[in-house]
């Protein structure tokens, strides 16, 4: 039996992940997952078969932890979803006793949870990002756009202007990344990969409405210019699975403003419109057929797709 050890469990993209596997695979997979919060607290207990709290994963006794459960739960996938638990991610993959542990990640997969290396990364592999001004120039004037180099999701990101950002000192500055302001649709692009086969399926969903930072309101569709990017993107980081990014516009065209490497809570907007990008990753990974979860959208197709809050009782008290 195959056993999943799912990291940050109590995120959408763990219970996207879990809900998917689940509904596809039933009770042949098992799935551990952890989070540092409660059981209670943690939606995707419920579809777990064991669920662990854990240490905040900057904390050594995480690793420990993992390892611990590892050996102890039999697993043979580790799946690693925040920035943190790819560097522990990298850690066990250097570990020739793992050797057979199948690790969601990679080296260069940590090294691009540093936002300012992933920009250089993709400019490098000749892939468009926001245009970075000269930090003397940029506190001049105009309007900017800046993100903390070791941030997720949307924290901290905001425009600013070249007053504020001259008012920073250089200490902080550093822990910043400074960019043009980009221009919508802003869209997400779920990109899977087959490294060893060269397979590529990519689904872009444009942003139509986001309330609390969660898309509710997307439109699916097929762009052959994100295709290439996706691809480019794929290659370089020998991808096997399912990623995503984000696209905006900037002064020459589409630029990547985020690489994630994981899938994404949205990305589950992406399968409720026929493309099941997310339990193609686990079977491409777990060596099973893939095709039957995945077809390209025709040019010219497009699927609007809203989500509605669900509530799940976990816990009661008498």
Known sequence: MRTVLLGAAGTGTAFALASRIRAVWGADVRIVAVDINPAELVTTSLLADSFVQVPLVNDPAY???????????????????????????????????????????????????????????????????????????ASRGGEWFVKPVNGVGSRGARRISAEELHGYDQATRETLIVQEVCKEPEVTVDSFDDDRTGASFVYCRERLETKAGVCTKARVFFDPELATIAKKIARGLRQRGTLCFQVMKGLKGWVVTDLNLRSGAGTAITCSAGFDVLAAAFACRAGEDYTK??????????????????????????
């Not at 979860?293 to 009661?316: C, D, N």
């Open 293 to 318: 979860f995945l077809s390209p959208i025709a040019a010219g197709e497009e699927f609007i797709v809203t989500r509605q809050y669900a509530e799940f009782v976990m816990q009661h008290r008498t």
């Open 63 to 137: 690793e420990k932890c993992i390892r611990e459960l590892i050996e102890a739960e039999q697993v043979n996938t580790f799946i690693p979803i925040l920035n943190d638990e790819h560097v522990v991610a990298v850690n066990l993959l250097s570990d020739p006793a793992l050797a057979k542990l199948d690790v969601w990640s990679s080296e260069l997969y940590a090294r691009c949870t540093d936002k300012r290396v992933a920009d250089d990364w993709l400019s490098e592999i000749g892939v468009p990002t926001p245009m970075k001004p000269d930090l003397t120039e």
